[in-house]
Each structure stands twice: as C-alpha cells, then as structure tokens.
C-alpha cells in the first residue's frame, strides 16, 4: 500500500531563512511526486512535480529513490510563502494520494 | 474560462434530505474528480471520471451518487447522509486521467444534522 509521510505537522521559520518541508513516500511501483499548495482562502493548486524539474516560486524538489524522499525547499522564505503544503504521491492515472500537509509560517 | 467552479460554496442538510453538489470546468478537460477532505485532513479521492464514464470509486458509500452528464459537469448526488458525512467537497479537472495536473475548486463546505 502507498504511504505519503509529512512529519511536521507546524513549522515556523523567520523570513530569510531558509526552508525545508520534508516528504517520504512509500510506494511499490514508480514514484510520480508532486507538491500543492494552499494559501489562505484559496484553492488548492499544484506548486510542482517532480517529472517537470521547474523552481516555481524559488521552491525546488529533488526525488531521492534511495531515501525516497522528495523534500521541499527554498533559501530565502518570504511571508507569502506562508500556507498549508501538501506533498503528493500519484499512484496510477493520475489518483493522487495526499500527505497530512505541513502548514508553514514564516514569521517577519 | 480557466477555473473549476462549484456550487453551493456551503450547505446544511438533514439526514434525510436528498441534495446535490455542482461542479463545473470549461477547460476542455476530460477526467473529473470528487474528494473528500475532512477538517485538518488532506483530500481523499472518491470518484474519477474519465470521458464522462465513472472510472474509480474509491469504495464510497452507496448514499453518495456521482454523475456526469456532459464533459463540462459534474454532479455528487447526496442522500440520507450521516454526521460523519459533514466535511469539505473538492472537485478537480485534469486534461485527461493521465496527463496534466489537476486544477481544484474551491469546495462545497457540507454540514450535515
């Protein structure tokens, strides 16, 4: 069975610093990895995957088979990046099963 | 027109009442989806339309009813709910059922009494 883990539930950082919002993933067949995102009242929206290897927002993903893991990163957190994350596991035509999301403040 | 809409944004039911949520996409997208995403919980799939033919139901129960009458609509046809029912709705569209990621409507927040 698939599994999606998202260890931090909370996590607060100080704008500037840098972030990193962990994933690991468990899963029989091959890994298709996706980050969304949530800001407040807003709907929820793909940040990136990992097939398109795109910074988006000055976030980045690296899938790691070997620690299957696929942590979310940025340099500089910025108060807008505050929000619910969610990293995602595709287990088959494009049925996304979800993590239990990292809700991240970046604190001025 | 590049965003999924739903309808109604909220709703409260009885347990005995028979309601439907909406949601629409004029993206040309041909998949389709429900979740469910109860308070503090990530999103849980609960049906996959693809070319408007019910593709997945994640063993949901028989009181929720899915339907898609055209590419562009998708209807959760709801009756004789529980409370444990009460939770966000989220519709998705994707360009097909395995290609393109999925865009997501706002939700239909139900409260079921």
């Known amino acids: 069975a698939q599994r999606v883990t998202q260890p931090e539930k909370l996590l607060s950082v100080f704008k500037g610093a840098p972030v990193e919002l962990k994933c690991n993933y468990s899963?029989?067949?091959?890994?298709?990895l996706f980050w969304y995102v949530q800001y407040s009242r807003q709907r929820l929206q793909l940040l990136l995957r990992?097939?398109s290897r795109e910074s988006i927002k000055g976030f980045t993903a690296d899938l790691n088979k070997g620690e299957t893991s696929f942590h979310l990163k940025k340099p500089f957190a910025q108060e807008e990046d505050s929000a619910m994350y969610y990293c995602?596991?595709?287990?088959?035509?494009?049925?996304?099963?979800f993590g239990t999301g990292t809700r991240l403040t970046v604190i001025p | 027109d590049t965003e999924v809409t739903q309808t109604p944004k909220h709703l409260v039911m009885g347990m005995t009442n028979k309601k439907s949520l909406k949601c629409e996409q004029h993206m040309g997208h041909r998949a389709m989806y429900w979740y469910k995403q109860k308070a503090k919980k990530p999103p849980e799939l609960m049906f996959v339309y693809s070319y408007e033919k019910l593709s997945i139901n994640e063993s949901v129960p028989s009181r929720f009813s899915p339907e898609c009458p055209n590419s562009s609509l998708l209807n959760l046809h709801l009756h004789a709910l529980q409370p444990e029912d009460s939770a966000l709705y989220l519709c998705a569209s994707s360009l097909g059922q395995d290609q393109g990621e999925q865009y997501f409507g706002p939700g239909t927040r139900l409260t079921v009494t």
């Open positions: 899963y029989s067949g091959s890994p298709e």
């Open positions: 990992h097939i």
């Open positions: 995602a596991l595709e287990t088959g035509a494009n049925n996304l099963f």
